[in-house]
């Protein structure tokens, strides 16, 4: 069974003030995913862990509600569920501040260049651009990949206090993708070591086969790790070794135009930040 449970955070102590009733309304809209992309009540009750019958209510609501359609059996998405999306990237001013430092790295490099930041065991995009060359496994803002498997994911998490490491350590499964993904916990804390040593991880086909990046920590004003970027490209275009040589300055110096950016726009900075 997938977790739709909220992403990012423990789950929190429920008081008066916690509705449970929109908790479970999140947990349906968040089982559809490429994997789901339409199902039957009972499938949408056995990935949630609900039962058919609040599943049945959350997906009427939803349904009348207009972010969730019905043909037949089967229950699938509508449009306006990507108002959620567009309402934080416009409510945060993500396209003026994190953009362009991102736009410049793309055309100074020919890579795709991203940013993302920690949600649970894994690292959730809120800004990318992309190039013209294919690759296999491609992303958006939105796209979600495992911490483990991407360098995105393992140079954040290494600048975490050490409570937030220990608790992605007791949650996470280390999935293997390819014969090179790190899959025990000694390689992990190994890279995490690596990655606060230099201040970069670099990953070669790890999440997928023909992909090499190489990601640096964004810091507040506190030197908190809030966020990373990456450059990415196709193993044909560029050796590891090269990438992380020619790559990684403009990255550091886009990282510091960015961390000071969000200084000038505090509810972006407030909402990257973890709790």
């Known amino acids: 069974m997938q977790d739709v449970s909220q992403p990012g955070k423990a789950k929190p102590e429920k008081d008066s003030e916690y509705l449970s009733t929109l908790e479970r309304g999140l947990k349906v809209l968040r089982a559809f995913d490429a994997m789901h992309p339409e199902m039957q009540l009972s499938e949408v009750a056995q990935v949630t862990g609900l039962s058919p019958a609040v599943a049945r209510r959350c997906l009427n609501t939803l349904v009348q509600l207009g972010y969730v359609a019905q043909f037949g059996r089967k229950f699938l998405l509508r449009p306006e569920v990507l108002s959620f999306g567009t309402a934080y990237l416009s409510s945060m001013n993500v396209e003026q501040v ?13 890579d795709s260049a991203s940013m993302a930041v920690l949600s649970g065991t894994d690292i959730l995009y809120v800004a990318h651009v992309s190039t013209n060359r294919r690759i ?16 995105l994911g393992k140079v954040l998490l290494a600048f975490q206090p050490a409570p937030v490491i220990a608790q992605y350590m007791a949650d996470v499964s280390l999935q293997r993708f390819t014969e090179r993904t790190v899959t025990s916990a000694e390689a992990m804390e190994q890279r995490l070591q690596g990655a606060r040593e230099t201040g970069y991880d670099s990953a070669l086909d790890e999440l997928d086969y023909g992909i090499v990046s190489v990601a640096v920590p964004v810091f507040d004003a506190s030197r908190n790790a809030i ?19 020619t790559r990684l300055p403009m990255l550091r110096e886009a990282a510091a135009e960015i961390g000071n ?12 930040q973890q709790n």
């Open 98 to 110: 994190i953009l362009p430092p991102l736009q410049k790295l793309r055309d100074d490099t020919g």
């Open 136 to 151: 296999r496994l491609g992303a958006t803002v939105g796209t979600r990949f495992p911490v483990h498997a991407t360098s």
């Open 227 to 245: 966020a990373s970027i990456n450059c990415s490209t196709s193993t044909t275009r560029i050796s590891q070794d090269e990438l992380v040589r």
């Open 261 to 272: 950016a969000l200084q000038r726009w505090p509810t972006l900075m407030h909402s990257l």
